[in-house]
C-alpha cells in the first residue's frame, strides 16, 4: 500500500467560543482524545471543520494545533480542497511547509468542472507536493460526480494521489473503483452508515463523524468486518446506525458539535451561516444519543 492513513479518519470539528473564535485549547484537548478513542488519523479544516468559514491562517494555526496535541500518535490530515486550482495548490504547499501527513482535496464545488477539469485540477496539486493526497468526491456538495475513469486514471499517473473519499452510496462505483484503480489505492467512506457497505465490496476504513463519540466502536465494527466476525460487525453496524443518521439531521456539523457539548468537550457554536439545534432538535438528538 501507497500510504496507510489507517482505517477510522476523524473528520475532526473546529471548536469556537460563543464569540465564535476558534478555542484553540479545545482544539489541542480533542485532538489529544480522539487519537485516544479508536481514531488512527485526524482531518483538520474538512467541511466538518467548518473550512467555508475559516480563513487559511486559521487553517495553518489549527493543523499546527493539532499536530502538537496528537504528538506523532496519530496522522494529522489537512484539508485543502478549493474550487480554485490556484488555491488548492498554495494550501496543499502550505499543508506540506507545516508538516501534514497527508491531504485531502474536494472535487471543485459550485464551478463544476468537466472530468479534463477535475484532472488537470489534481494533476497540478499531485505535481506541486510530495504529499500523499486523499481525493473526495461528494457530490451531493459539489454539483459534480467524479468518474471512475477519472480517479484511475490520477491514481495510475501520481504515485502521491494514494486515496479516496467517496460520499456516494452507490457500491457498484466502489466495486469499480476497485477493479480499475492500483490495488494499493484506498477506499474510505465517506458516510458512517456506508462503511459496514463499503467495507463488504473493498473499503479499507472511513472518514468518520460519528467517531467524534464512538471512535472505539467503529473501529471494532471495522477490526471484526476484517477478521471475519460477520455477525458482530453487523450488529454493531446496527446499534449504532440511528445515530449515524441523526448527526446529519442538520447541516454537518452542527449535530456533532450539538452532541459533544452534552458530553462536556466542546462547545456547540458554529459560524454563521450555520445555526445551532433548536431545543427540540437537541432533545431528539439527546435521546438518540443516550439510547446507545
Known sequence: ????????????????????????EK??????????????????TGTTGESPTLTHEEEI???SSVKRAVNNQGKVIMGTGSNSTETAVMMAKLAQKEG???????????????????????????????????????????????????VKNLARKYENIVALKQSFGD???????????????????????LTLPMLSVGAHGVISVASHLFGKEIKSMIRNFKTGDFMTAKNMHQKLYPIFKKLFMAPNPVPVKAALAYRGIIEEYVRRPLVELTKSEKAELIFTLDSI
Open 1 to 24: 500500500m501507497r500510504y496507510d492513513a489507517g482505517e477510522v479518519i476523524t473528520a475532526m470539528v473546529t471548536p469556537f467560543n460563543e464569540k465564535r473564535e476558534i478555542d484553540y
Open 27 to 44: 482544539v489541542e484537548a480533542l485532538a489529544y482524545q480522539l487519537v485516544h478513542t479508536g481514531s488512527d488519523a485526524v482531518l483538520v
Open 61 to 63: 494555526e489549527i493543523l
Open 100 to 150: 501534514a501527513d497527508a491531504i485531502l482535496s474536494v472535487v471543485p464545488y459550485y464551478n463544476k468542472p468537466s472530468q479534463a477539469g477535475m484532472i488537470e485540477h489534481f494533476s497540478a496539486i499531485a505535481e506541486a507536493v510530495d504529499l500523499p493526497i486523499i481525493l473526495y468526491n461528494i457530490p451531493s456538495r459539489t454539483g459534480v460526480n467524479m468518474s471512475v475513469e477519472t
Open 171 to 193: 457500491m457498484d462505483v466502489v466495486t469499480e473503483l476497485k477493479l480499475n484503480c492500483p490495488k494499493d489505492f484506498t477506499i474510505y467512506s465517506g458516510d458512517d452508515s
